[in-house]
């Protein structure tokens, strides 16, 4: 079964705080975006083989694993564990997103890898944030409301169709180190993830006002502050740092505009795209 797998943004982000299991307490507004990894699963006897296609720009940049460190293979060995099978499967994963960017890569791999294993066998399991916090908004797509370590959604309304160019620079960003930022920061200013649902309710063309990212303040890249003033230079609405990072995505009321935008970034060496929000993650492959 092959399938593409959609990225996320975080139109808002905000830390609450920090949990007595060690985890952050996080309110934020998940959107799919239309910028796809695709993942295919084969059913075999035993094992688990994962193999990887990666371009050369994102496999430059930020190394991606291959192996049972990958967060898709672990996705197949506790899908396995669980319902208590001893079938195997081979996995093959397409990047079309970048990793360390704050786009949810690994998470919606490892949901594509349960999505098709529960279609090939009939079975599912019930706690996929033990395999990370993203990976159950997968399962949800769309447009959400996400309380806690990622695990309370709400869906709200369709906020998809709306044009963005996404960014990224050479840089990554540790999720670990930028937390650890997030914990030192001196009276930062929060953004409003609850009023920016209810905008998107009530207002959409006007919910771009309150996109934000407590992270910005706590990652200090110069490349996020260039590929901001790009966008904002090129017509952007907003533009805003996605997750912990280092990916930026550019709000556009117009295609040509994004273009323009896109091209202007790729020619400074960025990695750039243009895609719209969409309303699910997984797209299934014929």
């Not at 706690?127 to 769309?142: C, I, Q, R, W, Y």
Request: some cysteine; overall charge negative.
């Amino acid at each position: 079964m092959r399938v593409k797998t959609a990225a996320k943004v975080n139109l808002a982000l905000d830390v609450k705080g920090k949990l007595p299991n060690g985890y952050h307490a996080l309110e934020s507004v998940f959107q799919t975006v239309g910028l796809y990894d695709e993942v295919t699963v084969e059913l075999t006897d035993k094992g688990i083989e994962l193999t990887c296609d990666v371009p050369e720009r994102f496999a430059s940049s930020d190394p991606i694993p291959c192996d049972e460190r990958n967060i898709a293979y672990k996705a197949a060995k506790q899908f396995f564990e669980e319902n208590g099978m001893s079938f195997g499967c081979r996995i093959h994963i397409k990047k079309g997103i970048p990793s360390q960017a704050g786009m949810g890569g690994g998470s919606t791999d490892a949901a594509a890898v349960l999505f098709c294993l529960g279609r090939l066998t009939g079975k599912s399991i019930n706690v996929p944030e033990k395999l990370g916090a993203d990976v159950p908004f997968f399962f949800t797509g769309g447009t959400a409301y996400v309380e806690g370590i990622g695990e309370r959604i709400t869906p709200i309304a369709d906020y998809s169709g709306r044009i963005l160019v996404i960014a990224k620079g050479r840089e990554g960003v540790s999720t670990a180190e930028a937390y650890r930022n997030i914990d030192s920061l001196e009276a930062p200013v929060h953004p409003d993830a609850k009023k920016l649902a209810e905008t998107i309710e009530e207002a959409p063309n006007e919910a771009y006002e309150w996109f934000g990212n407590l992270f910005e303040q706590a990652v200090q890249l110069a490349e996020i502050d260039d590929i901001k003033s790009v966008m904002t230079g090129k017509g952007a609405l907003s533009a805003v740092m996605t997750g912990s990072g280092s990916a930026v995505f550019g709000l556009f009321d117009d295609e040509e505009k994004a273009a323009v935008c896109a091209e202007e970034l790729e020619r400074a060496g960025y990695f750039s795209a243009v895609c719209k929000t969409v309303s699910e993650s997984f797209i299934i492959s014929e």
